[in-house]
Each structure stands twice: as structure tokens, then as C-alpha cells.
């Protein structure tokens, strides 16, 4: 089996806060990884491989996989190791919906508190997405990962006078699950769909002051990815375990 594609941090260095500094950024590399599916669901984390991949010790290596399985991004196996987490059509479908209540209650409370600097970072946020290609699946890597965070920055611009902190530590915990099918969902071969005037609709009806609309307008948007990838599963017969990446065209 070959190894996780990752990428190389730094060799560490003597003392606490040196280990602390490269558990963090060994941890963000391989929450990218996972996030982007180039760590593939269900693959496992050879701990002694990513020590050398990254050129740091084997304990650093665990430290930051403790985080990722506290992050939802990796499980545990008793006496086997870690995993990616799989991702499955009842995850999937669960998440779409958890995500949608909870995305369309910010968005529901930042309409209705939102300031001008809000409306102001919203149009940014939206202008940027707009003019910016959106990715073909045999783009690279450096396409998807650059259009992925002008995404990232337009949902949170949408919801980003909601005012209530716990209500979005779980959304972008919700948003940072959903961007794993997301970024599975380009391998799909024949889904057809026009994102960005999604996007556009969503953003006039919140301009417009639409909450039922918008609202609406957001929630169908967030479960069409699932309803597509739950579509192109059982039309390729895969089982509710949504593996391996393999089978779904493209390739990571």
C-alpha cells in the first residue's frame, strides 16, 4: 500500500514549545489532506510513514492524530491504529440535514442582525467566488484548494453575523465534514450542476432582505451535493460505504 500523500513540515527540533509548534503544523497538513480526500476515506495511518514523510518523531505524529480523531477526521482501531473516517451515504445524509438546520439558523439570525460591515464582507466574499473558474475535476490540486477557500470564506460571510459562538464552533465543524464530500463529489462522473448561480440566487435573496427565501435557497443547496452523490452511488452500485475513491471516475 503505497503511503498517504502528504507533504513534508520541518525535522523537529529539542523542547516543548518547538513540539507543540510541529504538532500543530503536522496536524494542519494532514487535516488538509483528509479535508481534501488526498488522505483517502477509510485509509490508514501508518504512524511510522508519516513520521519519515513529515521528518518528525513518531510521537508527534500520535499527538496529532489524537487531534484529528477528536476533530472527527480520523478513528481509532483497537491495537491497529488510525484511519481516515469513511464516509458513507447515512453520514452523509445525517450531515446534510444537520448541517442545513443549522446553517439556515445563522443565516436566519445574521439577516436580522446584520450590520453593514456584514453586507459589505458578503459582497466581497461573493464577488471573489463569482470571478474566480470554478475547478474542472482534472484540474490540479492547487485549483481545488484555491477555489475551496474562496467557498469557505463566501458560506462563512453568509452566517457571519449570527452573534452566537457555540452555534458556530458546530457549524464549522459541520462545514469542515460536508467539504469532504464536497471535494469527493468532482469525481462523480455526469453530475450537472450550475453552483455559482446557486451561490447568486442565495446572495439576492439575502440582499433583498428574502429570509424565507434565502433560507430555502440554502438549504436546498447544501442537500443537492448529497442527493447527487447519493444518486451516482446507487447508480454505480456502490453499497452505503462511499469507497473506494477509485470507482468514482477522476481520481484524488
Request: charged share 25%; with cysteine; proline share 4%.
Amino acid at each position: 500500500m503505497s503511503p498517504p500523500r502528504t507533504t513534508p513540515v520541518a525535522i523537529a527540533l529539542p523542547g516543548v514549545e518547538e513540539a507543540r509548534t510541529l504538532t500543530t503544523a503536522v496536524h494542519g497538513r494532514l487535516r488538509d489532506d483528509l479535508i481534501a480526500c488526498r488522505i483517502r476515506p477509510g485509509e490508514k495511518l501508518l504512524i511510522g510513514l508519516l513520521a519519515q514523510r513529515f521528518k518528525v518523531s513518531a510521537a508527534i505524529i500520535r499527538e496529532a492524530l489524537s487531534r484529528l480523531l477528536a476533530d472527527g477526521l480520523v478513528v481509532a482501531e483497537d491495537q491497529r491504529g488510525f484511519r481516515a473516517s469513511p464516509l458513507t451515504l447515512p453520514d452523509l445524509r445525517d450531515l446534510a440535514e444537520t448541517r442545513a438546520e443549522i446553517e439556515c439558523l445563522a443565516l436566519r439570525r445574521s439577516m436580522a442582525r446584520g450590520d453593514a460591515a456584514w453586507r459589505d464582507e458578503l459582497q466581497a466574499s461573493w464577488t471573489a467566488l463569482r470571478t474566480s473558474r470554478h475547478p474542472l475535476p482534472a484540474d490540479g490540486a492547487e485549483a481545488h484548494d484555491s477555489w475551496s477557500a474562496l467557498h469557505a470564506r463566501f458560506h462563512a460571510a453568509l452566517v457571519g453575523a449570527c452573534g452566537l459562538d457555540w452555534l458556530m464552533r458546530f457549524r464549522t465543524t459541520l462545514y469542515e465534514q460536508s467539504e469532504r464530500y464536497r471535494r469527493m463529489s468532482r469525481l462523480v462522473r455526469g453530475l450537472s450542476r450550475d453552483v455559482q448561480a446557486e451561490h447568486g440566487q442565495i446572495v439576492k435573496a439575502v440582499q433583498d432582505g428574502l429570509v424565507e427565501d434565502a433560507v430555502a435557497l440554502l438549504a436546498a443547496h447544501l442537500r443537492r451535493t448529497a442527493e447527487d452523490i447519493e444518486a451516482a452511488a446507487r447508480n454505480q452500485g456502490l453499497g452505503d460505504a462511499i469507497a473506494p475513491l477509485s470507482r468514482w471516475g477522476q481520481g484524488a
